[in-house]
């Protein structure tokens, strides 16, 4: 298969894993809708960096030393699931008055920048899924600049969907429709978020 071929594959199917929901989209939804459009550009920005992340360790053979000591892979879980949990019960207990957005991070750039990353990171399933992602699009001795490509679409499918998420759920419409129903949106949101957490925590690969 040509190279060309191959990372245009690769694109299609990383977008369409890439827009199907997840901690992920409701990190950048949630950012976007509590805060505002520039934190939840610093949530993608976290979201990107974590993807980074897991491409290289696929290059580096990160899955191996997972083999070698799951005990890291484990805590690896743990810390994730936890942090997901922990991120569920914080929608689950906002507040449901008060404006919707202030326009400013709440906090700052800084730590939307870091909600992105640690979500990001949260699930080491990530590292399987773009071993295997790699593994069926890149084939094997594929030339340095191919695998580098693979990591650029990554990356910019990244920006591309959650992008253009932020980007929606900071307009004044749908922040609008979403006071109307704040309260439950947030508890469902909040309970996926754990829900997500409580199965990484629980799977057993």
């Known amino acids: 298969m040509a190279p060309s071929t191959m990372l245009l594959s690769l694109f299609v199917a990383d977008l369409a894993a890439a827009a199907t929901p997840g901690p992920n989209f409701l990190a950048v939804t949630g950012t976007a809708i509590h805060q505002s459009r520039r934190c939840a550009g610093a949530v ?7 993807n980074l992340l897991w491409a290289t360790g696929v290059s580096a053979g990160l ?21 997901l949990i922990y991120l569920g019960v914080q929608l689950w207990l906002s507040k449901s008055d008060g404006p919707v957005q202030t326009g400013t991070c709440v906090r700052s750039v800084t730590d939307a920048y870091f909600r992105g990353l640690l979500t990001g990171l949260s699930n080491p399933k990530s590292l399987v899924y773009f071993g295997s992602i790699f593994t069926v699009f890149l084939e094997p001795g594929s030339p340095a600049w191919v695998r580098s490509a693979a990591v650029a679409i990554v990356s910019f499918n990244t920006v591309l969907w959650y992008g253009t998420v932020a980007a929606l759920f ?19 949101a909040g309970t996926l978020m754990a829900a997500f957490g409580v199965r990484i925590v629980l799977a057993r690969e």
């Open 44 to 50: 993608v920005c976290g979201l990107v960096t974590a």
């Open 63 to 83: 899955s191996a030393l997972f083999r070698i000591a799951p005990w890291l892979y484990w805590g690896m879980k743990l810390f994730g699931g936890g942090y």
């Open 170 to 188: 900071s307009r004044a419409t749908v922040q609008r429709a979403y006071a109307r129903v704040r309260r439950p949106v947030d508890r469902v």
